[in-house]
Nanobody, 124 residues
Framework: QVQLVESGGGLVQAGGSLRLSCAASGRTISSYAMGWFRQAPGKEREFVATISWSGAVTKYADSVKGRFTISRDNAKATVSLQMNSLKPEDTAVYYC?????????????????WGQGTQVTVSS
């Protein structure tokens, strides 16, 4: 079992930045791909970013490419999402997730463990 706890959400003005963190406990996450997803009110959960177990490979949704950066520190069992140039449409609950898939997954169905989420609100 892997337990994931997100932090770092909050209220920020458009154009601002936030850094989300995901702390893992339980089994080591060093062999898991890690991802960030988000869900806005009335919308389906959507993929944001994912990172391979080594950190060497990353993928991003087109909507955040160039603005968000995912990173990980396996020694500290943490995954981060640096979000810059935030837009009101980035407002959502952001979830951290872990996947045992050998292929870097962009589908939520491929993720085995999920955190409780952290709210990000971007005001215009």
């Amino acid at each position: 079992q892997v337990q994931l706890v997100e932090s770092g959400g909050g209220l920020v003005q458009a154009g601002g930045s936030l850094r989300l963190s995901c702390a893992a406990s339980g089994r080591t996450i060093s062999s898991y791909a890690m991802g960030w997803f988000r869900q806005a009110p009335g919308k389906e959960r959507e993929f944001v970013a994912t990172i391979s177990w080594s950190g060497a490979v990353t993928k991003y949704a087109d909507s955040v490419k160039g603005r968000f950066t995912i990173s990980r520190d396996n020694a500290k069992a943490t995954v981060s999402l640096q979000m810059n140039s935030l837009k009101p449409e980035d407002t959502a609950v952001y979830y951290c997730a872990a996947s045992s898939s050998v292929v870097l997954p962009m589908s939520g169905h491929a993720y085995d463990y999920w955190g409780q989420g952290t709210q990000v609100t971007v005001s215009s």
